[in-house]
């Protein structure tokens, strides 16, 4: 069975190729294809779809090459077992996910990596941690999940004068809010799952490398830790990828709505966020990423109506006009008005006519064959109208002691016969009963 020729043409959508094997007609041209990442031969090693979102996230994060993985973690997890070896130092921000945490630890106790963690607001905590076996800074653009911001310019250079790898995730901020290659970083994972696919129908990651030759390092041990993705969830991520702009626009302005109402409610007595005055490192994220924000943080403030550019030289365009300070939300602005939309209930009047006394009630659909399911052993009642009851007489009023009489044509006359009637629904007589 082969692929029908095309005629010249082209598909407008990325095809999805869900094959494990590729054939060759030359036996040499297949060896070659095993060993280089530029080739298909076998899944593990690479695929066209697979390649397709590769190429997608490098040209949107500005790297030379990407590398998929089945999962966020996996990124992670095949980036530091390529850099990291037995007796090797990193620092690391303290502020930081969950799942990296648990991996730093479990390299620590299993290969004896020794792990730095610094407080993330001076760069010359990394200068004060360096030890002759460091050999990577692991940072976050916006912590996961307090939204931290790191002065990725400065702490990178610091580790670059020290000839470190600075390795940072960039998925809370997506490449539509920061582009950390451009800022010093030598490689950027995701977490695909999240803003990247955008669906929550996929689980996914990918690490994106300023230098073609450390990710040939990685794609060659992603070779034998099997961590390679699948070709159907980088085809949904791709699906998400087209729309990925607006829907961080819209994360933008919904962060920035919720941080304002959350600045004047009594049950949030502080916020964290980019637009926070209490936030560090402000002023940079101002100057550099406009647009960076960690959506998914319920107390985070962003600027959502500034629009990102493609520009190489940063996040977004740091000449973006930003709004005034006083039509743009921050932590002291007061909160919303009831009607806004975000409004939980309970904490704010509604207008809603849904939420008060004449709220309509669902309609209970009505089952077929009068509630009656067939199999059931039960007569079933035919569909249509029901017929009309018959009508029964009414009782006879004898004196007591007094004997029933025998009615025409009726057996017991205690009741009146009924009053039957023509099929057009005119009363008729009955019958007389025969002499």
């Given at each position: 069975?082969?692929?029908?020729?095309?005629g010249?043409?082209?598909?407008l959508?990325?095809?999805?190729?869900?094959?494990?094997?590729?054939?060759?007609?030359?036996?040499?041209?297949?060896?070659?294809?095993?060993?280089?990442?530029?080739?298909f031969?076998?899944?593990?090693?690479?695929?066209?779809?697979?390649?397709?979102?590769?190429?997608?996230v490098?040209?949107?994060?500005?790297?030379?090459?990407?590398?998929?993985?089945?999962?966020?973690?996996?990124?992670?997890?095949?980036?530091?077992?390529?850099?990291?070896?037995s007796?090797?130092?990193?620092?690391?921000?303290?502020?930081?996910?969950?799942g990296?945490?648990a991996?730093?630890?479990?390299?620590?106790a299993?290969?004896?990596?020794?792990?730095?963690?610094?407080?993330?607001?001076?760069?010359?905590?990394?200068t004060?941690?360096?030890?002759?076996?460091?050999?990577?800074?692991?940072?976050?653009?916006?912590?996961?999940?307090?939204?931290?911001?790191?002065?990725?310019?400065?702490?990178?250079?610091?580790?670059?004068?020290?000839?470190?790898?600075?390795?940072?995730?960039?998925?809370f901020?997506?490449?539509?809010?920061?582009?950390?290659?451009?800022?010093?970083?030598?490689?950027v994972?995701?977490?695909?799952?999240?803003?990247?696919?955008?669906?929550?129908?996929?689980?996914?990651?990918?690490?994106?490398?300023?230098?073609?030759?450390?990710?040939?390092?990685?794609?060659s041990?992603?070779?034998?830790?099997?961590?390679?993705?699948?070709?159907?969830?980088?085809?949904?991520?791709?699906?998400?990828?087209?729309?990925l702009?607006?829907?961080?626009?819209?994360?933008?302005e919904?962060?920035?709505?919720?941080?304002?109402?959350?600045?004047?409610?009594?049950?949030?007595?502080r916020?964290?966020?980019?637009?926070?005055?209490?936030?560090?490192?402000?002023?940079?994220?101002g100057a550099?990423?406009?647009?960076?924000?960690?959506?998914?943080?319920?107390?985070?403030s962003?600027?959502?109506?500034?629009?990102?550019?493609?520009s190489?030289?940063?996040?977004?365009?740091?000449?973006?006009p930003s709004?005034?300070?006083?039509?743009r939300?921050?932590?002291?602005?007061?909160?919303?008005?009831?009607?806004?939309?975000?409004?939980?209930?309970?904490?704010?009047?509604?207008?809603?006519?849904?939420?008060?006394?004449?709220?309509?009630?669902?309609?209970?659909?009505?089952?077929?064959?009068?509630?009656?399911?067939?199999?059931?052993?039960?007569?079933?009642?035919?569909?249509?109208?029901?017929?009309?009851p018959?009508?029964?007489?009414?009782?006879?009023?004898?004196?007591?002691?007094?004997?029933?009489?025998?009615?025409?044509?009726?057996?017991?006359?205690?009741?009146?016969?009924?009053?039957?009637?023509?099929r057009?629904?005119?009363?008729?007589?009955?019958?007389?009963?025969p002499?």
């Amino acid at each position: 069975m082969g692929i029908p020729d095309l005629g010249g043409a082209r598909p407008l959508n990325t095809p999805l190729y869900q094959t494990a094997n590729f054939g060759y007609d030359n036996p040499e041209d297949l060896a070659e294809a095993i060993n280089n990442p530029a080739s298909f031969a076998y899944l593990r090693n690479s695929n066209p779809t697979v390649r397709a979102l590769e190429d997608a996230v490098s040209a949107l994060e500005g790297a030379a090459a990407s590398l998929a993985t089945s999962s966020g973690m996996g990124a992670i997890h095949t980036v530091l077992h390529t850099l990291l070896g037995s007796g090797d130092h990193i620092i690391v921000q303290k502020h930081l996910y969950g799942g990296t945490f648990a991996l730093l630890r479990d390299l620590s106790a299993r290969y004896g990596v020794d792990v730095t963690y610094i407080d993330g607001r001076d760069a010359a905590e990394v200068t004060e941690a360096l030890r002759p076996t460091t050999k990577v800074l692991y940072l976050e653009t916006l912590s996961n999940p307090t939204a931290q911001v790191t002065d990725l310019p400065a702490f990178f250079a610091a580790g670059r004068a020290a000839g470190l790898t600075g390795v940072v995730d960039n998925t809370f901020a997506s490449p539509i809010g920061c582009r950390p290659i451009s800022l010093g970083a030598d490689v950027v994972v995701h977490s695909s799952t999240k803003f990247l696919s955008g669906h929550g129908d996929v689980l996914g990651g990918i690490a994106s490398f300023a230098d073609a030759a450390l990710h040939r390092r990685v794609w060659s041990h992603s070779l034998e830790t099997g961590t390679i993705a699948d070709p159907f969830a980088a085809w949904l991520t791709l699906r998400g990828l087209a729309t990925l702009g607006l829907r961080m626009r819209r994360h933008h302005e919904n962060a920035d709505g919720l941080a304002t109402f959350l600045s004047g409610h009594p049950g949030s007595p502080r916020s964290t966020g980019p637009d926070c005055p209490t936030t560090p490192a402000t002023s940079w994220r101002g100057a550099c990423c406009p647009t960076a924000t960690a959506a998914s943080s319920p107390s985070t403030s962003t600027a959502g109506a500034r629009r990102p550019s493609s520009s190489p030289g940063g996040c977004a365009s740091p000449t973006a006009p930003s709004p005034s300070a006083a039509s743009r939300p921050s932590c002291s602005s007061p909160p919303p008005p009831p009607t806004a939309r975000w409004t939980p209930r309970g904490c704010a009047p509604s207008a809603s006519r849904r939420d008060g006394p004449h709220r309509r009630r669902p309609r209970t659909p009505r089952r077929p064959h009068g509630g009656l399911r067939p199999g059931t052993g039960l007569t079933l009642r035919p569909q249509g109208p029901a017929p009309a009851p018959a009508r029964t007489g009414t009782p006879i009023r004898r004196a007591p002691g007094q004997a029933p009489a025998a009615g025409p044509g009726h057996a017991d006359p205690t009741t009146a016969p009924p009053r039957p009637r023509t099929r057009e629904g005119a009363p008729r007589t009955c019958p007389t009963a025969p002499p």
